[in-house]
């Protein structure tokens, strides 16, 4: 089974719109963290949000924000108010803190999504 | 900047030519990892490093290897590349269980 499924493939937004991302996820471990990557097309991973299987509050930076719905088990980025410079492609990612062995630190990444930001 | 270095950012080889990637971190981190990433998919992860502690995939081809001399470099040998092993490697830090990534520019592998 899949652990993190994004089932959008692309997404289209217009600048100054604010557009959702959607996550979900598969586990059974307690403990776990969810990340949100962007990887323009030059290649490089950056970095945007995260959060904790414990944390209570949705977590947010600038701009972004984790819509975290535990029960259902999802973690959609919400990007508002769109950029040109947005467009990139978004892959949601999880660790989970009880994957012994070698599996420790490991993330496991989602298919991702491409977003297109139109002027 | 505190930042991830990976070089060189382009690196054409030949088929069965060996080449060497590395990654380097001014972080300070105590992991690193290495992940290869085809055209439209996923990072995949070949291994990490915790400190000195190596990590293998269970699916990682024989033909990967690494070596980490010290805390701030990482390697990654690719002892006879095959075509199927074009890609984008990309490099990451973290400071240990649980902590966000933090990548590399990458370095395009090209298998000629």
């Known amino acids: 089974a899949q652990k993190i499924t994004q089932t959008q493939p692309g997404m289209f937004v217009q600048e100054k719109e604010a557009v959702t991302l959607d996550c979900t996820y598969d586990?059974?471990?307690?403990?776990?963290?969810l990340f949100w990557y962007k990887q323009p097309s030059s290649g490089e991973m950056i970095f945007l949000i995260y959060q904790g299987s414990y944390d209570q509050q949705n977590a947010t930076e600038g701009r972004y924000s984790l819509n975290f719905q535990k029960a259902r088990k999802s973690a959609n980025l919400v990007i508002s108010a769109s950029q040109l410079g947005d467009s990139a492609m978004y892959f949601c990612a999880m660790r989970e803190a009880n994957a012994g062995g070698t599996s420790y630190g490991k993330l496991t990444f989602g298919q991702g999504t491409i977003l297109t930001v139109h002027p | 900047d505190a930042m991830v270095i990976q070089n060189p950012r382009y690196q054409v080889t030949q088929f069965g030519k060996p080449v060497t990637l590395s990654c380097s971190q001014t972080l300070n981190h105590n992991v690193m990892y290495w992940y290869q990433q085809k055209s439209s998919q996923a990072p995949k992860l070949l291994f990490h490093?915790?400190?000195?502690?190596?990590?293998n995939e269970a699916d990682t081809p024989d033909n990967f290897q690494s070596r980490r001399p010290n805390t701030s470099f990482c390697f990654l040998d690719i002892r006879s590349p095959g075509l199927g092993d074009a890609a984008m490697y990309l490099c990451?830090?973290?400071?240990?269980?649980?902590?966000?990534?933090?990548f590399g520019p990458g370095t395009r592998l090209t298998v000629t």
């Open positions: 586990t059974s471990d307690p403990s776990y963290g």
């Open positions: 990451a830090t973290s400071t240990g269980h649980l902590y966000e990534q933090y």
């Open positions: 490093y915790y400190d000195k502690d190596f990590n």
